[in-house]
């Protein structure tokens, strides 16, 4: 994976991912390893790579109009729940004091909510924390309901401040393409999709790479 990226292993920065909502900041070079329990982290280092992890949830990278930091953020709906993508956020703008209309989104593939069906208590709790508004992002077909994490996600962004046409969706579904994506819920594998981002010191863009990893 080093030599895919062009960087030294201990520029990758992996997540001891548990589906809650604390981020992690990389402040020094040669941290290279497992973050401890978290669900985002970001950095203003150039040559770190910051990676999720992800066979359905949702992988969502951050990086600033000028280049200064980037996250990579792992959304699972209790991740959602508990607000990843909201604190990932903020804390990228609280360390380089910029506003969220100065941040650029881009999601790589999750499940999509025509596919991932849950509990009637996965409702109730978003209802709880967000209010009824959250109810739009739940459908019901007969006896199953269906969530949209890209939706969730989507949302809270944009009522954070993040102008819509700064936020790049997914636009694969991991269960509907499990031939070319690993999922969870369609396939029981062990495999995850690598979502990771980087600034690139001989380029000002911040760079994404996925690779599938077995």
């Not at 951050?62 to 729940?81: F, P, T, Y």
């Not at 509907?176 to 594998?189: D, T």
Request: contains cysteine; positive net charge.
């Amino acid at each position: 994976m080093a030599h895919a990226l062009n960087l030294e292993p201990s520029r990758i920065v992996w997540m001891d991912q548990v589906h809650g909502g604390t981020v992690r900041i990389v402040r020094r070079i040669g941290v290279g390893g497992v973050l401890d329990a978290c669900d985002a982290c970001l950095t203003t280092l150039s040559d770190v790579a910051l990676c999720v992890r992800s066979a359905d949830c949702l992988p969502v990278v951050l990086r600033d109009r000028q280049g200064e930091c980037v996250s990579a953020i792992h959304a699972g709906w209790r991740g959602l729940l508990a607000g990843i993508v909201l604190n990932g956020l903020n804390t990228l703008c609280r360390e380089i004091c910029r506003p969220p209309e100065d941040i650029l989104v881009s999601m790589g593939p999750s499940i999509e909510q025509r596919c991932y069906s849950v509990g009637e208590d996965v409702q109730e709790k978003f209802k709880t924390v967000y209010g009824r508004g959250a109810r739009r992002f739940f459908r019901r077909d007969g006896q199953s309901l269906y969530f949209s994490l890209m939706g969730m996600a989507t949302w809270q962004l944009e009522t954070a401040g993040v102008p819509t046409p700064q936020i790049q969706p997914g636009m694969d579904c991991t269960a509907c393409s499990a031939q070319e994506f690993f999922s969870f819920r369609s396939r029981r594998e062990d495999g995850r999709i690598a979502t990771f981002i980087f600034k690139d010191s001989r380029d000002s863009r911040a760079e994404v790479v996925r690779r599938i990893l077995k």
